[in-house]
């Protein structure tokens, strides 16, 4: 079956623009995260949801950080007025409730 | 809070073992974790562990010792492929989110 997709791979934004990143679960994953990872570190968690349910959001770094999941499968991570930063892979995970989170290969954020 | 402590980077020989070890320290621990990441690509999942001992798939085991805060993860019969970043987490008491340590970059080499 199919994996976790993201869309777009690879963003490149100028400082102060919105950008918006897809990620398309799992079919029937309940459980969504969105992780940042900078280069050579580990994943570091943003955001939980579990349908449309937005359980967590512990991790987001600022307000102008933004995410949904309208209809409990596709998710949107948006931010806003972007900074320097924000440039980071931004990895998509979803889960069978709380069993193992399965990655999809990211965004590539690049702000200038 | 947590902290996860792993290796930056170790090197190994193509056939040989290599261990890879994380100690952790959490306020909460609901399982461990083992990623495998290569360059550029999503994180992969190799093996998990929520009670201490050693579980075994394939070339890959990995081993958790919940009183110490220490986990190991063997690899046998190392092929280039291997040549990857390795990423140790832990699942918090929610069991929602992961905690990723920096992740050991093991190169394999011939």
């Known amino acids: 079956g199919a994996g976790v997709s993201q869309s777009p791979r690879y963003k490149v934004a100028k400082r102060g623009q919105d950008v918006a990143l897809r990620c398309d679960p799992i079919?029937?994953?309940?459980?969504l995260f969105w992780y940042q990872q900078a280069l050579g570190q580990g994943p570091e968690f943003l955001t939980y949801?579990?349908?449309?349910?937005?359980?967590?959001k512990s991790g987001l770094p600022s307000d102008r950080f933004f995410a949904e999941r309208p209809e409990g499968s596709v998710s949107t991570l948006k931010i806003q007025r972007t900074q320097q930063e924000d440039s980071a892979v931004y990895l998509c995970?979803?889960?069978?409730?709380?069993?193992?989170?399965?990655f999809g290969p990211g965004t590539r954020l690049l702000v200038l | 809070g947590q902290n996860i402590d792993q290796p930056t980077e170790m090197t190994a020989t193509e056939g040989a073992i290599v261990q890879i070890n994380c100690t952790y320290q959490?306020?909460?621990?609901?399982?461990l974790f083992w990623y495998q990441q290569h360059a550029g690509e999503a994180p992969t999942f190799l093996s998990y562990?929520?009670?201490?001992g050693l579980e075994e798939k394939g070339r890959f085991s990995s081993f958790l010792s919940r009183s110490k805060g220490y986990s190991y993860l063997l690899l046998k019969e190392l092929q280039m492929k291997d040549s990857a970043s390795y990423l140790c987490?832990?699942?918090?008491?929610?069991?929602?989110?992961?905690?990723f340590g920096a992740g050991t970059i093991l190169r394999v080499k011939s």
């Open positions: 995970a979803s889960a069978d409730g709380q069993e193992t989170q399965y």
């Open positions: 079919s029937g994953h309940v459980s």
């Open positions: 949801f579990q349908n449309e349910a937005q359980l967590d």
């Open positions: 959490t306020s909460g621990f609901n399982g």
């Open positions: 562990n929520v009670l201490d």
């Open positions: 987490a832990v699942r918090d008491r929610s069991g929602n989110k992961l905690v």
